[in-house]
């Protein structure tokens, strides 16, 4: 798996996607990294997390511990 070069605060918004009902809540610069490195797209006009952002998502909530 690659490493993925995130903030605190961009992994905090990327781990909120999947709850969130509504994205504007996570600030712009966050979005567009997050679709640059891929592990974020838009689809119907909502980010959501790819399959690789949830496995990066899950990976990093396992070695926390």
Do not use: C
């Not at 567009?32 to 689809?43: H, M, N, T």
């Amino acid at each position: 798996m690659r490493s993925i070069d995130l903030t605190p605060a961009e992994w905090l918004s990327l781990g909120r996607l999947p709850i969130e009902p509504r994205d504007e809540q996570i600030p712009l610069d966050h979005k567009q990294k997050l679709i640059r490195l891929g592990v974020a797209s838009e689809k119907i006009g909502r980010l959501v997390a790819t399959f690789e952002g949830r496995l990066m998502l899950r990976e990093r909530n396992h070695t926390k511990r």
